[in-house]
């Protein structure tokens, strides 16, 4: 047996190593600086012991879908890392995650924007958020279509406490051809965001891309890919997205 499978850790730096190895030459590619791409390693499912080597193997941010799962762990892990949040976030789970994210991927609606800014108001910070995309059409995905983005993001950006980052966006299962034409219209649409230089709002992050479709996604003008599987192997129990 090689001792890749025999220490956890070095297994884990491996594939790592090849993850962060593709989306270098994906930029490179693209004529992109490499280093402006974060690797986001997904954790749903993985437990506190596993993200702590995960942290030893070198990752900087984690990402979770439920913030329960977040909240649990979180304190089980010493290793200095980033906690982001990337799952449907319900109002009720909001005033338990200020504070303990760096940033909010999830945001889609204006009663949940609303219920981050009145808890980081009354927590006296400010969190970091990215909007949720749908540009695929389907009705199964959260996000907001299209042509919600602007009128959402001019009722939003006056909100304290609220600090809009970017766009997040999924692209839908199948050819890569789709999955390109989803992170396209992504990135157009954060340029014409930009355009209306509304205050308050950033487009400095594009999140985008999964296992499947990562380089795709750095070719496109993704800033930070959320990985989940090519890290720590396929899930057992489907987490709910
Ligand atoms: C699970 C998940 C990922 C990671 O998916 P993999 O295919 O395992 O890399 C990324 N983003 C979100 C929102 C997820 O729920």
Redesign the pocket.
């Known amino acids: 047996m090689s001792s890749q499978i025999d220490n956890p850790v070095d297994d884990l730096r491996s594939r790592i190593g090849l993850v962060q190895e593709k989306i270098y030459e994906a930029a490179v590619r693209a004529g992109r600086d490499p280093g402006e791409i974060e690797l986001i390693a997904?954790t749903?499912s993985v437990d506190a012991r596993m993200i702590e080597l995960a942290g030893q193997a070198g990752i900087k941010t984690v990402?979770e879908?439920r913030a329960q799962d977040l909240l649990a762990k979180r304190p089980l892990v010493a290793a200095p890392l980033r906690w982001h949040f990337?799952?449907t976030l319900q109002r009720n789970k909001v005033r338990s995650l200020i504070g303990r994210v760096e940033l909010i991927?999830s945001l889609d609606r204006i009663s949940l924007a609303e219920e981050i800014s009145a808890q980081s108001t009354a927590a006296g910070v400010s969190t970091a958020v990215l909007v949720q995309v749908n540009l695929s059409g389907e009705t199964t995905k959260q996000g907001l279509a299209r042509e919600q983005v602007l009128p959402f993001l001019e009722k939003v950006s006056a909100l304290p406490g609220l600090c809009i980052k970017g766009l997040m966006t999924?692209a839908p299962l199948g050819p890569p051809a789709g999955a390109r034409e989803v992170f396209q219209a992504a990135r157009q649409l954060a340029e014409q965001v930009k355009r209306e230089k509304l205050p308050g709002v950033e487009m400095a992050h594009l999140s985008m891309g999964?296992?499947?479709d990562y380089e795709t996604a750095v070719e496109e003008g993704s800033t930070m890919v959320?990985?989940?599987?090519?890290i720590f192997g396929p899930?057992s129990k489907p987490?709910k997205?």
């Open positions: 997904v749903k990402g879908n990337i799952g991927h999924i999964m296992t499947n959320r990985i989940g599987t090519a899930r987490a997205e």
